[in-house]
């Protein structure tokens, strides 16, 4: 069994941002164990005490991002004195920035998530995707920055709320056999639409687990792998029909799939931009 490495992760705000930074960097480890240890919103000498005696107990890697200098300076002390080695994550992209921009940066804490109108603008794409979600409400599709389309569990749904926290308004319309998509859809000019697929076996199998978690009867179309096969073809020659991009999902995360989406979207304003500065 492998030992288990303790790490502290201590911010000032909600630690969104060291904990991802943490998990992608502990992800390229595959075998180590590790033991992380959240401390957020740290913002006055009795908390970080409470911090200082967690990483006693389980000594290990900290690291912190703070605005905070006397609080920095006190948690650099103790690492120091305890012989544990610190890391402040977002030091050396700070400089870079200040230098850069040939400015300071604020140090303030939790100022990524002020409410100001990209907050706001985020709060609405979420409400959006859930009012959008599985085809309902497709009166407002034109609203959309991107449509997502693809036969059920392909993952639809958590791809739009993932994208809708990066402020994207997206909704999603299941292809479902025997079913016209929204004559709508054809005339939308505004959203980017994109089509969702994933391997047959990989899609009998989730539902299937699907079926089984709601005690639902599994003999049916919905699992046969030659009738999902056939739905899955006839998904793609769809996606070809209207000429959209598609994303292969079998083995990727939300995360990756939220990610190729954005990158298209930029893609497409890029072009739009181009095009508008060279009309020729």
């Not at 490495?5 to 630690?15: F, N, W």
């Not at 409410?115 to 609405?124: G, N, Q």
């Not at 319309?173 to 994109?194: A, F, Y």
Request: hydrophobic residues 40%.
């Amino acid at each position: 069994m492998p030992e288990t490495h303790h790490i502290h992760l201590v911010s000032d705000a909600t630690g969104e941002t060291i904990n991802s930074i943490a998990r992608a960097c502990i992800a390229q480890f595959e075998n180590i164990q590790a033991q992380e240890h959240f401390w957020s919103l740290i913002r006055s000498p009795r908390q970080l005490d409470m911090v200082m005696e967690g990483i006693r107990g389980w000594p290990g890697l900290v690291l912190y991002t703070f605005g905070d200098e006397s609080l920095r300076k006190r948690l650099e002390d103790f690492c120091r004195a305890q012989n544990i080695p610190s890391i402040a994550v977002l030091d050396p992209i700070l400089k870079t920035m200040a230098n850069h921009f040939g400015a300071k940066s604020a140090q303030a804490p939790g100022k990524q998530h002020a409410l100001d109108a990209e907050y706001f603008a985020r709060i609405d794409a979420m409400d959006y995707a859930l009012a959008q979600d599985d085809g309902h409400g497709t009166d407002h599709l034109a609203e959309a920055d991107v449509i997502i389309l693809g036969v059920s569990r392909t993952s639809k749904t958590p791809t739009c709320i993932y994208l809708a926290n990066r402020g994207i308004k997206a909704g999603n319309i299941p292809l479902i056999p025997g079913h016209p998509m929204p004559m709508e859809l054809t005339k939308l000019t505004k959203p980017m639409i994109v089509g969702l697929t994933k391997d047959p076996d990989s899609l009998v199998e989730i539902r299937r687990s699907r079926l089984h978690l709601l005690q639902q009867n599994e003999q049916t179309h919905y699992v046969d792998p030659e009738k999902v096969r056939e739905e899955v073809m006839e998904a793609k020659r769809f996606f070809a029909r209207i000429g959209c991009p598609v994303i292969d999902v079998s083995r990727r995360s939300i995360e990756e799939t939220s990610a190729e989406i954005m990158m298209l979207l930029n893609k497409r304003t890029l072009e739009k931009e181009l095009k508008e500065q060279n009309p020729t």
